[in-house]
């Protein structure tokens, strides 16, 4: 339910007054400048602005299905291919990409047809509207963050990332008997398996006549993919087999070889037509980590029958291998592989500095961190600042925003940390050099930082650099604010959302020091944990459902929390603020 009315449409389109863009062979010419569009994505088909906001015509092309999604993804698309030109029909030098999308609400579905009008708020954000060719508004997008992009991001090598890389493991023609194999196959085979099956090989129209035959069950059995059918079919088909498999006692011994044909890519350029086939590969993937000795994938190629020898070494290789592919007579492997860039090595520290810190060359991916020039590390002390060789950082959700270009205004990653005192500013007698110290740092990532001396302690003994770096802000966050904030007191009930995360295990800690009963949530599989902490379960409650606020409004007699700490969202807020029916602190 919606407490605003929809859009009112707009009275004229194009807009009065709004210049129009010439279109023909946009597409060919943003393939020039390396923007490939499919033709399913082809869909802007008008573009006019008046001044920076833009109004666009989408179509979906007519061998698409609109009913497929609530709003096709490729009318979504091209309503944003706008953003990319300027007034010229050229790309823009400096590209941005979709980052963030806030508040979006949907008003019909399944059009075929937008309206579309592109308001720019601020240089990295826009306001989206589109409507239908009626004028009938379709979808508002309040906001969409946009993030620049260089022209070599795109091409940017993929070392940090892992990949898929077939492996041969049997050249054609090497090393295994041209034999045809002896197993059991379900169903028609296509051409593909036909071609490596020999005579005895036994043929059953389904697996209940396999299984009712007598004798023990082959150790191989084909289960070919129908072709031909679309994807619910193909998974509903692969499930129910899937479960009969499972169900029969005697199929413990022997192998279920799931076959399709040209479902996976072993080498670049490789032509995918079995799309239903790809879904299935990655439903048996998932049905493989739960029973991973009782099913093999094993994708053949359109059109290139599996001679007898391939297939048998495809059978052989069963023995270690979940998944396979045959390909020209050969037999491939998957493999997870780490691309060059991350495989070679860690980050380099800057060239001619002596100092340097965990930084960022660009916003917008984690792929621009790098290690920059710190020179304030080993500048001259003002009053009142210590340096402090740094041993160890604790790394916080503020620093994956600011790494991300997320984080608002400018500022450095690493807050907190723990070190050993390298020497003193004037005015500093509470510290010396050779003092292990633990505390809060505006500019912490690196060997070498400097702060000022009243946001440092001593690291008690005993503990280890990791241990103290990863105190002072979640202590302090939770001290803050159940001291300063609530005064928590003596006898108090206290819940604590989120108790296992780091602020609520600290708020746990303080609570309890302070004497206050606490009372946590937590998703179960988190429950061992703050069990340890002293929890039992009559102070426990799952996170992840409504469950919490009977539960203890039993536990507390209906008595509720004096304090509560939150970071839940919506109607957990609300069935939070039930448990609090005579008042309290509520702090977010």
Known sequence: LHTEP???????????????????????????????????????????????????????????????????????????????????????TTQRIPFAWNNITLHATHPTTLHVHLTPTTPDTV????????????????????????????????????????????????????????????????????????????????????????????????????????????????????????AEGRSAGSRLVVVTTGAVATHRGDLLDDLAGAAVWGFVRATQTENPDAFVLLDLAPADPADAAALAAAVAATDDEAQLAVRQGAVYVNRLTRGAAAADGVLTPPEDTGAWRLGSTGKGTLENIALVPSPDATGPLAAGQVRVAVRAVGANFRDVLIALGSYPGEAPMGSEGAGVVLETGPGVTSLAVGDRVMGLFSDGAGPVAVTDHRTLGRVPAGWTFTEAAATPIVFLTAYYGLTDLAGLRAGERLLVHAAAGGVGMAATQIARHLGAEVFGTASTGKWDTLRALGFDDAHLANSRTLDFEQQFTTATQGHGFDVVLDSLAKEFVDATLRLQPHGGRFLE
């Open 127 to 246: 306001r989206i509207s589109a409507a239908d060719e009626t004028g009938q508004p379709v979808v508002t997008i309040e906001e969409l963050a946009l993030r620049p992009i260089s022209a070599e991001q795109p091409a940017a090598d993929g070392g940090i990332l892992l990949g898929v890389d077939w492996t041969p493991v049997r050249a054609d023609g090497t090393g295994t008997s041209d034999a045809p194999v002896a197993a059991a196959v379900i169903g028609t085979p296509g051409p593909e398996l036909a071609a490596g099956l020999g005579e005895e090989t036994v043929r059953h129209p389904d697996l209940a006549a396999l299984f009712a035959a007598e004798g023990p069950l082959p150790q191989t059995v084909f289960l070919p993919v129908p072709a031909g059918q679309e994807t619910r079919g193909a998974l509903a088909y692969v499930l129910a087999a899937a479960q009969q498999w499972l």
């Open 6 to 92: 929809a859009p009112s449409a707009p009275t004229t389109w194009p807009p009065t007054g709004a210049t129009p863009h010439d279109l023909t062979d946009l597409y060919d010419h943003l393939a020039d400048q390396g923007y490939t569009y499919g033709p399913a994505f082809q869909g802007l088909t008008a573009l006019w602005h008046h001044g920076t906001d833009l109004y666009a015509e989408i179509n979906l092309p007519s061998h698409t299905n609109p009913t497929d999604h609530t709003l096709h993804p490729a009318l979504l698309d091209a309503a944003l291919h706008p953003l990319i030109l300027n007034t010229t029909n050229e790309p823009t």
